[in-house]
C-alpha cells in the first residue's frame, strides 16, 4: 500500500475526494442508496414490526449520505462533517451489533448494523474505520492556527 | 423456473466475478482502467439488460416476485451500478479507478443473488 507521491496534491492536507478517496465515497453512496431503499420499503411497508430497527436503517442511510458529501466536499467544513459522520457510524454500528448479540428480541428484523453488519460482509464495521484512517492519512500535515 | 434464477444468470455473475478480478489485476499493476475494460463492463450490463427483459417479458406474462417493490428497488440499484462505477472510474484515472470498477463489479453478483431470492 505504498504510495507516495501517487498525487501532486499534498499540502496542505491532501483531497478526501481523489484517489481512495473517491473509492470510499462511491462505496458510502451505495450503501446510502442500499440502507436508505431497505429503510424505505421497511417503513412503508411494515413500521409496526420494528420500529427501532427500520429507524435506525433510515438514520446509517442519512449518515452514509452525509458522510459520502463530506468526503466529495473536502476542505475544513467537508473533512469535520465526515469525521463526524464515520465517529457516529462506528459508535452506532458498535453498540447495535452489540445490543443485537444481547437483546435478539428487540431487533425482529436485521438493520445494516445488526450483528456488526454480517449481512452486509461486515462492510458497515469496516468503512468508518477506513474512513477515519483516510481521513487522518489526509489531514493537514500541522494543527491549522486558527486562520 | 424464473428466468432470474436461469443460466443466463449464472453466465452475467460469472462475467462480473471476471470483470472483477481483470479490474483487480489492473489495480494492482497501478495501471487506471482503459477502454477494454469499459467494453468488458458494456457486455455484463448488456447479459444484465437481457436479463431483466426476460424477467420483464415474464411478468407481463403474468409471473409476479415474491416481493415486488424490492424486487424493482434491487432491479434498478442492479442495472445502474456499472455505469455509476464507470463514470466514477473515469473521473479517477489512477489505479483506484481500477479499483472502483472492480468494487462494482465485485458487488453485482452479490445484487444478482439477491435479485434472486427476492423473486421467490
Known amino acids: ?147 | 423456473m424464473a428466468r432470474v434464477n436461469g443460466p443466463l444468470a449464472t453466465v452475467v455473475i460469472f462475467a462480473a466475478l471476471a470483470l472483477a478480478a481483470w479490474c483487480g489485476i489492473t489495480a494492482l499493476l497501478n495501471r487506471p482502467p482503459g477502454r477494454p475494460h469499459e467494453a468488458g463492463a458494456a457486455v455484463v450490463e448488456l447479459g444484465l439488460v437481457a436479463l431483466t427483459a426476460l424477467t420483464v417479458v415474464e411478468i407481463i406474462g403474468g409471473e409476479r416476485p415474491a416481493e415486488p417493490a424490492i424486487f424493482v428497488g434491487y432491479l434498478i440499484t442492479t442495472l445502474a451500478l456499472l455505469p455509476a462505477g464507470v463514470i466514477m472510474a473515469r473521473m479517477e484515472p489512477t489505479r483506484w479507478g481500477s479499483v472502483i470498477l472492480g468494487g462494482a463489479a465485485l458487488v453485482l453478483p452479490v445484487l444478482i443473488l439477491r435479485l434472486q431470492q427476492v423473486y421467490g
Not at chain 1, 449481512?119 to 477515519?132: D, I
Open chain 1, 1 to 147: 500500500m505504498a504510495e507516495p507521491a501517487a498525487h501532486p496534491d499534498t499540502a496542505p492536507g491532501r483531497a478526501t475526494n481523489a484517489g481512495p478517496g473517491r473509492l470510499l465515497i462511491g462505496v458510502y453512496s451505495l450503501f446510502a442508496v442500499a440502507a436508505g431503499a431497505r429503510a424505505t420499503v421497511q417503513i412503508a411497508t411494515r413500521f409496526d414490526d420494528a420500529p427501532v430497527a427500520y429507524t435506525l436503517s433510515a438514520v446509517a442511510a442519512v449518515i452514509y449520505l452525509v458522510a459520502a458529501v463530506g468526503l466529495a466536499r473536502g476542505g475544513a467544513g467537508g473533512r469535520r462533517l465526515a469525521f463526524t459522520c464515520c465517529a457516529v457510524e462506528l459508535a452506532g454500528v458498535l453498540a447495535v451489533g452489540t445490543a443485537s448479540l444481547i437483546w435478539p428480541e428487540a431487533f425482529p428484523d436485521a438493520t445494516v448494523w445488526s450483528l456488526y453488519g454480517v449481512g452486509y460482509g461486515f462492510v458497515p464495521l469496516v468503512l468508518p474505520v477506513l474512513g477515519l484512517l483516510w481521513l487522518r492519512r489526509t489531514a493537514p500535515p500541522t494543527p491549522p492556527t486558527s486562520a
